[in-house]
């Protein structure tokens, strides 16, 4: 999705709906609104970000992953289909409507047992302490207020040596997007590496890439050993 479409989009979709009522679709997408119009703006404008995410997670055959707040899932199917072992990949996203979206769009990776997806909340996750190698998410951050007791969560599940590579925007490119103030925490990379490190994660690094429509960052940390 070009910058521009991406501007005109929000400016119609702000012409139609109340600034809160948009930042709510974006916590928790639901029915029509979450299927045909927020997954595709997830899809197309998010694309970016998740292929950083993908490189960066650098995946072997031997990872067990996580992702948290998949949304429409297509980062989850691409790491199914490069771990390509079974019972290694999760997903967790605790919208039904997000859920049913990516069981629809991962059949397959489903069916054949190489990605199971769960409906659930960040804040108590349900799998056992240190079971993943790796756990991912993308553009949930801003959701978690306060942040501390999800972050501690996807520390608890990692094993110690585990990597934590979280996409985000930065307080700039939400500022430009006009989105709600309350639903949308806002955090400058010396914030949010405080906040990592607070919670326990350590090895904390910040990454910007250039990108279309948007930057792309993403923060990546490690459970010590
Ligand atoms: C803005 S969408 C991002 C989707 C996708 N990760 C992307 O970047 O395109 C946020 C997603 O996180 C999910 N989510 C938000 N807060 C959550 C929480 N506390 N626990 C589980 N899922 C959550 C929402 O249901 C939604 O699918």
């Given at each position: 999705?070009?910058?521009?479409?991406?501007?005109?989009?929000?400016?119609?979709?702000?012409?139609?709906?109340?600034?809160?009522?948009?930042?709510?679709?974006?916590?928790?997408?639901?029915?029509?609104?979450?299927?045909?119009?927020?997954?595709?703006?997830?899809?197309?404008?998010?694309?970016?970000?998740?292929?950083?995410?993908?490189?960066?997670?650098?995946?072997?055959?031997?990872?067990?992953?996580?992702?948290?707040?998949?949304?429409?899932?297509?980062?989850?199917?691409?790491?199914?289909?490069?771990?390509?072992?079974?019972?290694?990949?999760?997903?967790?996203?605790?919208?039904?409507?997000?859920?049913?979206?990516?069981?629809?769009?991962?059949?397959?990776?489903?069916?054949?047992?190489?990605?199971?997806?769960?409906?659930?909340?960040?804040?108590?996750?349900?799998?056992?302490?240190?079971?993943?190698?790796?756990?991912?998410?993308?553009?949930?951050?801003?959701f978690w207020q306060p942040p501390e007791p999800h972050l501690s969560e996807i520390l608890r599940c990692l094993q110690?040596?585990?990597?934590?590579?979280?996409?985000?925007?930065?307080?700039?490119?939400?500022?430009?997007?006009?989105?709600?103030?309350?639903?949308?925490?806002r955090y400058s990379d010396e914030e949010l590496e405080s906040l990592l490190k607070r919670v326990g994660f350590s090895d904390v690094a910040i990454i910007h890439q250039s990108a279309?429509?948007?930057?792309?960052?993403?923060?990546?940390?490690?459970?010590?050993?």
């Amino acid at each position: 999705m070009p910058g521009w479409l991406l501007k005109f989009s929000m400016s119609f979709l702000r012409m139609v709906m109340t600034p809160k009522g948009l930042a709510k679709q974006a916590r928790k997408p639901s029915g029509w609104y979450g299927k045909y119009i927020a997954q595709p703006m997830f899809l197309s404008g998010n694309a970016a970000l998740n292929q950083l995410i993908f490189n960066k997670l650098d995946l072997s055959s031997n990872d067990v992953v996580l992702e948290v707040g998949f949304g429409p899932g297509a980062l989850l199917g691409q790491i199914a289909e490069k771990v390509n072992r079974s019972n290694n990949v999760f997903g967790l996203d605790f919208s039904p409507t997000m859920l049913a979206e990516a069981q629809r769009r991962n059949r397959n990776l489903i069916e054949s047992g190489l990605l199971h997806l769960q409906q659930g909340s960040s804040s108590n996750m349900p799998y056992t302490e240190s079971y993943f190698s790796k756990i991912c998410c993308s553009n949930i951050l801003y959701f978690w207020q306060p942040p501390e007791p999800h972050l501690s969560e996807i520390l608890r599940c990692l094993q110690p040596g585990g990597q934590l590579v979280m996409g985000f925007r930065s307080a700039d490119q939400i500022n430009a997007m006009q989105l709600d103030n309350e639903v949308f925490a806002r955090y400058s990379d010396e914030e949010l590496e405080s906040l990592l490190k607070r919670v326990g994660f350590s090895d904390v690094a910040i990454i910007h890439q250039s990108a279309e429509p948007l930057d792309s960052y993403v923060a990546i940390a490690t459970k010590s050993v």
